[in-house]
């Protein structure tokens, strides 16, 4: 070991080696933040996660184990045998199909590129789906409507029609009218408790029944509440405070 260190111009070529390892280094740092920008999802990995994914930009399907870091909803995207993204997946097993089929490939190695695609094809498959179950929500009786819908779209539409509907009964009768949707909505929560104990449902299905049944006590509490202070007009600052 001293024989090697001692030898002549050895501590200069350690000197030179240092200093263009800095500097591959930073190049490393300022490529992975240059990429990052480009997708801020991907601040979400750590550099090691990112490396992975950029040296293997000819195969999408590598990006699936570090999906959850940078989409908390999405488990796993569903790739056909051309390897076109054609859905995705929660933890749960629920499948919503994007609108439009992306194709990893068009992206020319830029993972951040149909990254960026998955995120748009994201929102737009939960904004139709969620029109289309509010538009479905009157139509039919609500313990049946809960099954037939993904459980984020549920939940966003149980919160729409429940601000609606206390708005409704408020500017119809006002206290009285509240009184009267508060016992609606305890109803509503008795038969979505009813329906959680059937042996038929699914694991997703209790999944959202759960968090249904969360939002549905604590909608029927604040109408308690409201009750109790004799709101009269949805201007009351009792109800204008919910809705912050």
């Given at each position: 070991m001293l024989l090697?260190?001692?030898k002549?111009?050895?501590?200069a070529?350690?000197?030179?080696?240092?200093?263009?390892?800095e500097?591959?280094?930073?190049?490393?740092?300022?490529?992975?933040?240059?990429?990052?920008?480009s997708?801020a999802?991907l601040?979400?990995l750590?550099?090691?996660?990112?490396?992975?994914?950029l040296?293997?930009?000819?195969?999408?399907?590598?990006?699936?184990p570090?999906?959850?870091?940078?989409?908390?909803?999405i488990?796993s995207l569903e790739f056909?045998q051309?390897k076109?993204?054609?859905?995705m997946?929660?933890?749960e097993?629920e499948?919503?199909p994007?609108i439009?089929?992306?194709?990893?490939h068009?992206?020319?190695?830029m993972?951040?590129k149909?990254?960026?695609?998955?995120?748009?094809a994201?929102k737009?498959?939960i904004?139709?789906?969620?029109?289309?179950a509010n538009a479905d929500?009157?139509?039919?009786?609500r313990?049946a409507w809960v099954l037939?819908w993904p459980g984020?779209?549920?939940?966003a539409?149980d919160?729409?029609?429940?601000?609606?509907?206390?708005e409704?009964a408020l500017?119809a009768?006002?206290?009285a009218?509240l009184k009267?949707?508060?016992k609606?909505?305890?109803?509503q929560?008795?038969?979505v408790v009813g329906?959680?104990?059937q042996?038929s449902l699914?694991k997703?299905n209790?999944?959202t029944?759960?968090?249904?049944?969360?939002l549905d006590v604590?909608?029927?509490?604040?109408?308690s509440?409201?009750?109790?202070a004799g709101?009269?007009?949805?201007n009351?600052?009792?109800?204008l405070?919910?809705l912050?």
């Open positions: 090697a260190t001692a002549e111009g050895m501590h070529s350690f000197v030179e080696a240092n200093g263009l390892l500097l591959i280094q930073k190049g490393l740092n300022d490529y992975l933040e240059a990429k990052r920008l997708f999802r601040f979400f750590s550099n090691d996660e990112l490396l992975q994914i040296s293997e930009t000819k195969d999408p399907l590598r990006v699936q570090h999906l959850k870091k940078c989409f908390e909803g488990d056909d051309d076109i993204i054609r859905s997946c929660s933890v097993g499948v919503v994007f439009s089929p992306i194709d990893p068009a992206a020319n190695g993972v951040e149909w990254m960026l695609q998955v995120e748009a994201m737009a498959a904004a139709r789906i969620t029109r289309a929500y009157s139509g039919k009786e313990t037939d984020m779209a549920v939940l539409v919160q729409i029609w429940w601000t609606l509907e206390t409704a500017g009768r006002g206290l009218g009267e949707y508060e609606t909505c305890t109803r929560l008795d038969d329906l959680v104990r042996r699914t997703l209790r999944a029944l759960g968090a249904l049944v969360t604590h909608g029927r509490d604040v109408l509440e409201m009750v109790k709101v009269e007009s949805a009351d600052f009792h109800w405070s919910q912050r």
